[in-house]
C-alpha cells in the first residue's frame, strides 16, 4: 500500500478515535488545566501525531502507548472524585496566600511565586489595595481567588435590606433577521407581540442583527446598521411610574376634598397602593 494511503488512512481513523477521547476527557480550558492535565493533552497529541505520520515503526506499540495515556486520565478523574487523597496527590492543594489581611510569606516561597507576580495576579483580581485584601487563595490549576474585606465588597440589596425579584434566562427571538419560535415560545409570547414591539421601536424585522427578551419582558434589539440609535422601551419604569402618578393624584384629591367621605376614600386607597408600590418596587426597579 502506498505512503500516503497508509497516512491518509491512519489519519481519519484518529480523527474519529481523538473526538471520542475528548468527548469523556474532562472539559477544561487550557488556563484551568493542571500541569498533570497539560502533559497528558500533550503526550496524546504527540502519539496522535506520531501514528498519523506513520513514523513509529510498529503501530501497534503506538496505539497501546495511547490507549494507556487516553484511558489512565480518565481512570485517575474517576478515583479522584471516589478519594480527595487521590485528587490532592494528582492535583495537588490549595494553598493559602492572605490570610486575615496578612500575607502567608512562606506559602508564596512554597509556590515559587515573587513579591512582583504576587502584586500582578492580585491587580488582575481588582485588588489594587492590599490593605482591602481578607484573603486569597491559590487553586490547584494557579488561579488566585480573592475575598475582600467585608467593608470593602461592593454593597448588595441583601446588605441594605431590601427584596429584589429574581431573574430568569433572557430568550433570543430574533438572530440574523429571523424570528426565533423556540425563543418566543419560552419567554410566554408570540409573532404577534414581537410585531408589535418592532413597529412601537420602529425598526423592520430584515434589519434586526439580535433580539432578546428579558424576565420582565423588555425587548432589546441590535441593528445591522450601528449608525441607527434604536430607543429603548422602559416597560417596567413606566408602569412603576404610572401607579406612583395614580397614588399621588389619590393623596391629592384627599387634600382638596371638602367632602370628609371622599376624603377618607382618597385617602385610604393611597395608602393601599402605598403598600402596593413597595411589594412591587423590586420587580419594576432593578
Not at 63 to 89: E, F, G, H, Q
Not at 137 to 145: A, F, L, S
Not at 240 to 252: G, N, W
Request: aromatic share 10%.
Amino acid at each position: 500500500m502506498n505512503t500516503w494511503l497508509i497516512i491518509l488512512f491512519n489519519s481519519i481513523i484518529l480523527f474519529f478515535f481523538t473526538l471520542v477521547i475528548t468527548k469523556y476527557m474532562k472539559r477544561k480550558t487550557l488556563s484551568r488545566s493542571t500541569p498533570f492535565d497539560f502533559i497528558s493533552y500533550a503526550v496524546i497529541a504527540i502519539i496522535i501525531t506520531l501514528i498519523s505520520l506513520n513514523i513509529l515503526d510498529n503501530v501497534y506499540f503506538g496505539l497501546i502507548t495511547l490507549a494507556v495515556w487516553a484511558m489512565m486520565p480518565l481512570i485517575l478523574d474517576y478515583a479522584s472524585m471516589r478519594s480527595k487523597w487521590v485528587y490532592n496527590l494528582i492535583n495537588g492543594k490549595e494553598r493559602v496566600l492572605v490570610k486575615n489581611g496578612k500575607i502567608m510569606e512562606d506559602n508564596l516561597s512554597k509556590e515559587r511565586i515573587t513579591g512582583q507576580e504576587f502584586l500582578q495576579q492580585m491587580r488582575s483580581k481588582k485588588a489594587f489595595n492590599l490593605a482591602d485584601v481578607e484573603f486569597a487563595v491559590m487553586e490547584t490549576t494557579g488561579d488566585i481567588n480573592v475575598n475582600l474585606k467585608a467593608d470593602k465588597n461592593p454593597v448588595t440589596a441583601h446588605d441594605l435590606g431590601k427584596q429584589v425579584g429574581s431573574k430568569t434566562e433572557p430568550q433570543t427571538v430574533i438572530l440574523d433577521g429571523n424570528i426565533l419560535n423556540e425563543g418566543l415560545t419560552n419567554a410566554g409570547l408570540n409573532q404577534g407581540w414581537l410585531t408589535t414591539q418592532l413597529e412601537i421601536k420602529g425598526v423592520s424585522l430584515e434589519n434586526v442583527f439580535l433580539g432578546q427578551v428579558d424576565s420582565s419582558g423588555d425587548l432589546y434589539i441590535d441593528l445591522f446598521d450601528d449608525l441607527i440609535q434604536v430607543p429603548k422601551t422602559q416597560v417596567k419604569e413606566m408602569l412603576y411610574a404610572s401607579i406612583e402618578k395614580i397614588q399621588s393624584d389619590l393623596m391629592s384629591f384627599s387634600l382638596d376634598s371638602d367632602n370628609d367621605a371622599a376624603k377618607t376614600m382618597y385617602s385610604q386607597n393611597a395608602e393601599k397602593l402605598e403598600k402596593i408600590i413597595k411589594k412591587l418596587e423590586p420587580y419594576l426597579l432593578r
